[in-house]
């Protein structure tokens, strides 16, 4: 049911097709973020017009709100939110560790109090994949413990509970139209990430994700720990970064191999008025653009651009309307959506590892890092 | 330029066609309301989709933020909002009485203090114009007075007031491709409202507005005025019924000769979770609808209703996710254009009449009122 066939190569950057119940995926590429089964002020005719292929929705969050049996009960999480593309889910490790309160983790699971009404809740690998069956989602996680990048004790601990929690999960999935991917750990301790990486591309699982990047460490770390991880992966399985991230990242991260992307990037900078540019990365409240009659981007081809002007923009958000923050998250996947589909068919012609450093030029004033939550709030 | 042809008649109500230089009109319409230049967590294109072709902006609104002469100098309202169907302009009149602070009124015009900051504004006739010309909308307002409609002394002078504004607006006016419509006072005094109704009708402007109603006084009042008004009004214009209202309203309306409407009631309510439905309005958070798969309402056509369940709506709801705001409100807009474009049916095949206490029976559970405020905020 999950067929990866690579169509296309220029040094460890693929092109690729991944096969799942709800259609190709055509990679390298990125999924918007739907944390609470909507990609925020979005309907899914937007992310249809946007091209967008694949959309995340986080675990943690539909498992307290609105629950899912709910979920599972209204039909799975496609139908509920009316997203008929693929889907994925995280495993719910990632917010229990950075969104829950007081949580006690041990061998077996986690337990948390939920963020919303402080209940106690807990988490095993069983119970991420249970609630993720009751999601739905084509492409699932293992669960996961994702460490202090720097401490090595500790992430050789979480690693460990990591990789143990890896093959609990796929005992314990009972559907076969979901293709339950292993998520390599190890924090930026090179010689772990290493053991992650064999021990994880070991369980033959239909793709490989690589988490606890983009938490805090240097973009040289991340790049070294792609260079460690990749290739000891199999070349034949979709490679997934998880909650990463700005164009630059992405750029990078395709040059090292990575097929699949998710970020709440384009869409929180969004409702914080900001908007990738051509010439870097925009405050659209700023007065500057009071009377600018350009669209966000000349070159850009979302209906924001098309229809909107910089003025008009403005207005939005100095007189506070939410449509501000609609358009400039249409645009913002837009521009990163059209930046794999630019990157593809790089690939497929042979051109992407010469047009890389150009590329990276291009985007570089729209790079610069934010906090990583992973999830949109 | 603009020419109202009247296509069928059912007694008082009519079915008709106005032409205006973006566009036919056909009424009864019922025009939505976007206040700042944006119908508030929508798109042109949901607009288009659910059928509306007259919007309404504030002209108090777009004069503070972001300023006529900066829309003027972007193009025209049209333009900057990306709305190319016909638009409508109110005289900023009415905000100018229930919004703005410490206002003076002379029989020159009115200062006031912006709500947003404070700063000191005068609107005259000749200032109301010069704004609405340079907002460029197809059909616009001549300045106006609202007064209290209990009390016969102050409607008396408001009414005077807004008969000789009347003329200064359109003594004012310099466009030819705009349509200005008189606006008929007098609270709910019958003498001043005969009296307003055939002053203005003698002004022979391209359509009649009748306003200060809808403003706290009874249904009956509200109805007996309309008796009183349309009577006295030309046959061969269009009668606008400014900031009504209720299905009810609506429906009672047309019975009495009305041919345009607009009301922010269906966009306010979304916002508060409240949905136009068969059985009554629905507020949608109600922990009733956490497992209803069923859509607001099985017998519309709108996306909404098309794509989602109660359940959905009411867990973006509980999720704070603005998505709910802007689903419920291309639904209960789609709801009124709907309930709109029946009655021009049935108006054409004659069974309006009889078939009035069947659809006011239907509508009645979504019926109450609300405080108006004639802005949507």
């Known amino acids: 049911m999950f067929e990866f066939q690579i169509t296309a190569r220029n040094n460890r950057a693929r092109a690729g097709v991944f096969t799942t119940p709800h259609g190709n995926l055509l990679t390298p590429v990125f ?28 675990t943690y969050h539909l498992y307290l709100r609105p629950g899912d049996e709910l979920v599972r ?79 090595h004790a500790y992430s050789k601990l979480a690693m460990q509970r990591t990789h143990r929690w890896a093959e609990r999960s796929l005992e314990a999935q009972t559907r076969t139209d979901q293709a339950l ?18 021990f994880i591309a ?15 460490e240097t973009k040289q770390e991340m790049h070294d720990t ?19 991230g700005t164009p630059e990242d992405l750029i990078n991260g395709v040059m090292r191999g990575i097929d699949i992307f998710d970020c709440v990037l384009p869409t929180r900078l969004a409702r914080h008025h900001s908007a990738f540019a051509p010439e870097g990365r925009l405050n659209l409240m700023n007065a500057t653009f009071a009377r600018d009659g350009r669209p966000i981007d000349e070159t850009c081809d979302c209906y924001a651009c098309k229809t909107f002007t910089r003025a008009y923009l403005r207005h939005l958000i100095v007189a506070k309307e939410l449509l501000a923050g609609t358009l400039i998250s249409i645009h913002n996947l837009r521009a990163l959506i059209r930046l794999m589909e ?28 934010t906090k990583k939550v992973r999830v949109d709030e």
């Not at 012609?349 to 590329?359: C, H």
């Open 31 to 58: 999924a918007p973020v739907g944390t609470q089964a909507t990609v925020k002020t979005l309907t899914p005719e937007h992310l249809k017009d946007i091209n967008a292929s694949l959309v995340l929705s986080n």
């Open 73 to 151: 009960d209204m039909g799975g999480l496609h139908k509920f939110m009316g997203w008929h593309r693929p889907m994925l889910t995280d495993s719910g490790g990632f917010q229990v560790f950075s969104l829950a309160q007081t949580r006690r983790i041990d061998d077996d699971g986690v337990t948390f109090k939920s963020h919303i009404d402080g209940s106690t809740h807990r988490f095993t690998p069983e119970k991420a994949i249970a609630i993720q069956e009751n999601l739905g989602a084509d492409i699932i996680m293992a669960f996961d413990e994702c460490s202090d990048p720097n401490d």
């Open 181 to 198: 991917f292993g998520i390599v750990q190890g924090g930026v301790q090179a010689d772990l990430r290493a053991e992650s990486a064999k």
């Open 202 to 216: 070991s369980l033959d699982t239909p793709g490989i994700a690589i988490g606890g990047l983009s938490v805090g």
């Open 226 to 244: 792609l260079d460690i991880v990749v290739p000891l992966l199999p070349e034949d399985k979709p490679r997934y970064l998880m909650g990463v």
């Open 342 to 369: 630019e990157i593809r068919t790089y690939i497929t012609d042979g051109s992407f590892e010469s047009r890389a450093p150009e590329l990276m030029k291009q985007w570089h004033g729209n790079a610069e890092r």
